[in-house]
């Protein structure tokens, strides 16, 4: 009869545990702009093997999601590819005060897949010799928006603007390149930067001096213990090397 009680309380006590923790459990969604996809994939899968939360990835342009947020989108915490949007959701009241903080600085780089197209001096735009080149909307993507300072700096915008081919986000834009639907593409470092593997392709990593620096800023956009706790993980050294080896720069 005492074994059978022990038991009975054993299985009584795990079971409100069981239940304690699922009720204590979270789910985040995260606005993430489309460059840090594979990044914050491996950062988020990280965070889960080690809290009972659980996280939601939505990709896409950082002008878009800043749009969707205004219009009210449920997202817990934006990592946005700019710091633009996540001061002005500060400054609009739709973030919380203190929260914005920069985890990577990002990189350009001209691609493409075929192994000889892209010399290292990047020399290949002002010869033009390719039918399509891809580019991320400058008017939504700060990817976008460096490749058009690039260019612009190099006198060749108005060139070669019949050979553009534009994505909304620099995910788009890189898939135009994979697909064959243009030769090469101004994409993010990151995208072609796979820990431990080599890169695929020819590319020219861009003097960061050619373009304004791509500050990617996060905010805390709705408050939650289970959101609180994935930023203070993207605070963590394990996640600054994570970041590091997904080609960024961390402040």
């Known amino acids: 009869m005492r074994?059978?009680?022990?038991?009975?309380?054993?299985?009584?006590?795990?079971?409100?545990?069981?239940?304690?923790?699922?009720?204590?459990?979270?789910?985040?969604?995260?606005?993430?702009?489309?460059?840090?996809?594979?990044?914050?994939?491996e950062l988020a899968s990280r965070f889960e093997t080690t809290s009972e939360h659980k996280i939601t990835l939505i990709f896409g342009s950082t002008g878009k999601h800043y749009a969707q947020i205004k219009h009210g989108a449920p997202f817990d915490l934006f990592?946005?590819?700019?710091?633009?949007?996540?001061?002005?959701?500060?400054?609009?009241?739709?973030?919380?005060?203190?929260s914005r903080f920069?985890?990577?600085?990002?990189?350009?780089?001209?691609?493409?897949p075929q192994p000889d197209l892209v010399d290292p001096e990047g020399k290949i735009p002002k010869k033009g010799?390719?039918?399509?080149?891809?580019i991320a909307n400058p008017k939504l993507a700060p990817y976008g928006r460096?490749?058009?300072?690039?260019?612009?700096?190099?006198?060749l915008w108005k060139s070669l603007h019949g050979k553009m081919v534009r994505g909304e986000n620099?995910?788009?834009?890189?898939?135009?390149v994979r697909s064959g639907n243009a030769e090469l593409g101004f994409v993010a470092y990151s995208q072609i930067k796979r820990p431990g593997h080599p890169i695929i392709g020819s590319?020219?990593?861009?003097?960061?001096?050619?373009?304004?620096?791509?500050?990617?800023?996060?905010?805390?956009?709705?408050?939650?213990?289970?959101?609180?706790?994935?930023?203070?993980?993207?605070h963590s050294e394990?996640?600054?090397?994570?970041?590091?080896?997904?080609?960024?720069?961390?402040?």
Do not use: C
């Open 3 to 41: 074994l059978y009680r022990l038991i009975t309380i054993v299985f009584l006590t795990a079971t409100l545990l069981l239940v304690s923790n699922q009720a204590s459990a979270e789910i985040i969604r995260v606005a993430v702009a489309s460059n840090f996809n594979h990044a914050i994939t």
């Open 79 to 98: 990592f946005a590819a700019d710091a633009r949007r996540p001061q002005l959701l500060e400054e609009e009241g739709l973030a919380a005060p203190g």
């Open 102 to 112: 920069t985890y990577a600085l990002g990189k350009l780089v001209l691609w493409s």
């Open 129 to 134: 010799t390719f039918r399509y080149l891809s």
């Open 146 to 155: 460096a490749t058009e300072e690039v260019l612009q700096g190099s006198g």
């Open 170 to 176: 620099i995910g788009q834009a890189l898939q135009f």
């Open 203 to 234: 590319y020219w990593e861009i003097p960061q001096s050619l373009y304004t620096p791509i500050t990617q800023q996060a905010v805390l956009l709705k408050e939650g213990r289970a959101a609180r706790d994935f930023l203070a993980f993207m």
């Open 238 to 251: 394990e996640a600054q090397t994570t970041i590091r080896n997904y080609g960024y720069t961390t402040p």
